[in-house]
């Protein structure tokens, strides 16, 4: 019976595992800034409740051209507990959609995450490929995400540790005037065994975990209303 | 970012009332100096010791193992770290007056619980070879039962040197001290055993160990991340084993899901290069029942076989 409860200990322990919401999705007009932040992650077991974990970060993009995007975001929840971590990528429209074919975008990311205590660092890379549809004030997407580990793991000679972290995810988002609120789903490390971790991810097969996130952000462009308006 | 493409002067209000806030937020959170380094430890308090009456012990053992009168001393002593004494407390199984001669386990016990959680497994040890054959000492960490103070990475190790101070005086000698760590008591035992600050253990015995932070961090991420990047603690068991040159005693449920024996237990067996080593891997063992699982009679046995070893 002795399930020691580390939870709030681990909190910290999946903060770089693709702990957001995927970012600009639909890429900005050309010249539009757009400001947000999400909270929200892994599902796990906590005192016989399940709850995703409460990590959060701010993020910023801005429109370069009509299908290009670049941002940057910062985890929030890291930092108060000492360590920085920011991203930073680009996304592009691949597709542009028409009927029932979606749109497809895709981005290229880098994470940075850097301990204020002792500075120790590493840095994931990050693709995501995005398909979506847009109807009115309302998006739905999808999307195929992977982190990419090149660092040797302190158990790599157990057979623990890979270089790459999947995940897919489902979203759906709707525009409010200048807002944009969303949720997302995410289907976390389909490729890594969860079932023997201190972390008691709500995880039925025992890979991975399953991911809940709440997104808000506001355009600040003079495209934003039209985009809505089509 | 020109100022032009941000439409309205309400916009950019707007826009300035968010980035405040952000910046507020950011500002709030790269002063807070919050550490989950406190949340290792899950202490619970009480206000009595109820060792066989306690209820909530899963692992009631039989009759046989039953201590007979006077067998069992509760005692405080006083463990000092940074300057600040706290008095812990502990229980001795066996006869007090006999330290001076009998070989005695130190049993540092686990996260969860209090000496009431782990009184029937040292009962076990108590029984290990013959009845009432060897003396155990179980302790309360600091923060832990009726324990004073609060727990740490290193005040584990500052009550487990106290526990060994009080058995010093009661006339033990390290050859005849054995340490039994499980799951956060391995912290303490390794330490013991390579840091000695009184007596030096003459063995090791380890039960479903923690190898590391990295390796818990590693474990419930997916990812390379250090322990650095959540918590102030410096817990490697998986190299500071290698130091250990007494002989060593590993079990570990192969199904443990919380510990995992592939990246907790099994580095550390395999790092020891001590005189000799001995493992007993439990299938369908999990953190906490692994002797139950593997038998009481077996475990026991397993325990003679390394303990009867000559070195």
């Known amino acids: ?230 | 970012m020109p100022l032009d493409l941000l439409g309205t002067k309400q916009k950019r209000k707007s826009m300035n009332k968010l980035l405040l806030g952000i910046l507020l937020l950011v500002s709030i959170c790269m002063t807070s100096c919050l550490d989950l380094a406190p949340n290792l430890f899950n202490p619970t308090q009480i206000d009595e010791y109820l060792y066989d009456e306690y209820a909530d012990s899963e692992d009631q053992l039989p009759a046989e193992y039953d201590l007979l009168a006077g067998e069992l001393t509760e005692f405080t002593v006083e463990s000092e770290l940074d300057g600040f004494t706290n008095t812990i407390y502990g229980a001795y199984l066996g006869d007090i007056n006999t330290i001076s001669e009998d070989t005695v386990i130190l049993y540092c016990h686990g996260n969860s619980g209090t000496m009431d959680w782990y009184f029937q497994r040292t009962k076990l040890l108590y029984n290990t070879k013959a009845k009432s054959h060897y003396g155990v000492l179980l302790f309360d960490y600091q923060g832990y039962g009726r324990s004073e103070g609060s727990p740490s990475e290193a005040a584990l190790v500052a009550d487990a040197n106290a526990m060994v101070n009080w058995l010093a005086n009661q006339g033990l000698t390290g050859d005849r001290l054995y340490v039994y760590g499980f799951s956060l008591g391995s912290i303490p035992a390794i330490e013991l055993n390579v840091n000695p600050k009184n007596l030096t253990p003459a063995r090791l015995l380890l039960e479903a160990p923690i190898g590391s932070i990295d390796a818990m961090a590693e474990d419930g991420s997916g990812l390379s991340i250090p322990a650095s990047f959540f918590a102030d603690l410096g817990t490697n068991n998986i190299e500071l084993i290698k130091s250990v040159e007494q002989p060593l005693y590993w079990i570990h449920g192969i199904a443990d899901d919380f510990l995992a024996m592939n990246t907790h237990g099994q580095p550390i067996f395999d790092n020891h290069s001590g005189v000799f080593k001995f493992s007993e891997k439990v299938p369908d063992g999990n953190h906490g029942d692994t002797p139950f699982i593997l038998g009481l009679e077996p475990y026991l046995e397993s325990l003679e076989t390394f303990l009867l070893r000559k070195i």
């Open chain 1, 1 to 230: 019976m002795i399930r020691i409860y580390f939870l709030v200990f681990c909190l910290m322990a999946v903060f770089s595992f693709s702990c957001s919401t995927n970012r600009f999705v639909e890429p900005l007009d050309k010249g539009e800034l757009e400001i947000g932040g999400n909270g929200g992650g892994p599902l796990l077991n906590f005192g016989g409740s399940s709850i995703p974990l409460p990590l959060s970060s701010v993020y910023a993009g801005y429109g370069y051209s009509d299908d290009l995007t670049l941002y940057g975001g910062l985890h929030i929840t890291s930092l108060a507990f000492k360590t920085l971590q920011l991203e930073a990528g680009a996304r592009k429209k691949l597709v542009v959609g028409h009927s029932i074919y979606p749109s497809v975008s895709g981005a290229l990311a880098v994470n940075g995450i850097v301990s204020l205590r002792d500075g120790a660092t590493r840095v994931f890379p990050e693709i995501a490929l995005n398909p979506y549809w847009r109807y009115g004030r309302w998006k739905t997407y999808t999307g195929l995400q992977a982190w990419f580990d090149f660092y040797k793991f302190s158990t790599q000679n157990y057979g623990y540790g890979g270089f790459f972290v999947p995940a897919i995810s489902v979203g759906q988002t709707v525009d409010l005037a200048d807002w944009e609120i969303g949720i997302e789903y995410k289907r976390l490390a389909f490729n890594v065994p969860s079932e023997n971790s201190v972390v008691d991810y709500i995880v039925p097969s025992g890979i991975g975990a399953h991911g809940i996130y709440l997104n808000a952000s506001r355009s600040f462009g003079y495209k934003a209303k039209t985009k809505i308006d089509e």
